[in-house]
C-alpha cells in the first residue's frame, strides 16, 4: 500500500508505503452442545464459558473472546 502524506499548511508531502498482512483465522469448530447439570432444579445452572474456548477454536492461546447474547450484537459488537 502506498501512502502520500501532506502538511495541510505548507502542502508539502512525502511518499511512503507500507505492506498489508493478512493472517486468516483457523477454522472455527461449531455444533457441539455443551452441557451443564442443574443440580438444584431450580432451572438456572453457573456455567463457566473460558472453559469451553479450546472446543471452539483448536489452540485458543493468541485469541480473545468475548461473549454476546446474540449473534446481532457479536456482528456489531455491542452489549458484551
Given at each position: 500500500?502506498?501512502?502520500?502524506?501532506?502538511?495541510?499548511?505548507?502542502?508539502?508531502f512525502s511518499f511512503?508505503?507500507?505492506?498489508?498482512?493478512?493472517n486468516e483465522i483457523?477454522?472455527?469448530?461449531?455444533?457441539?452442545?455443551?452441557?451443564v447439570c442443574d443440580?438444584?432444579?431450580?432451572?438456572?445452572?453457573?456455567?463457566?464459558?473460558?472453559?469451553?474456548?479450546?472446543?471452539?477454536?483448536?489452540?485458543?492461546?493468541?485469541?480473545?473472546?468475548?461473549?454476546?447474547?446474540?449473534?446481532?450484537?457479536?456482528?456489531?459488537?455491542?452489549?458484551?
Amino acid at each position: 500500500i502506498f501512502v502520500r502524506v501532506t502538511e495541510t499548511e505548507t502542502s508539502c508531502f512525502s511518499f511512503t508505503s507500507f505492506e498489508l498482512i493478512v493472517n486468516e483465522i483457523p477454522p472455527l469448530q461449531s455444533g457441539n452442545p455443551n452441557l451443564v447439570c442443574d443440580e438444584n432444579n431450580d432451572g438456572l445452572a453457573e456455567f463457566f464459558l473460558p472453559f469451553i474456548e479450546d472446543s471452539i477454536i483448536d489452540d485458543a492461546e493468541g485469541f480473545s473472546f468475548t461473549y454476546f447474547e446474540t449473534e446481532t450484537d457479536a456482528q456489531n459488537n455491542e452489549n458484551p
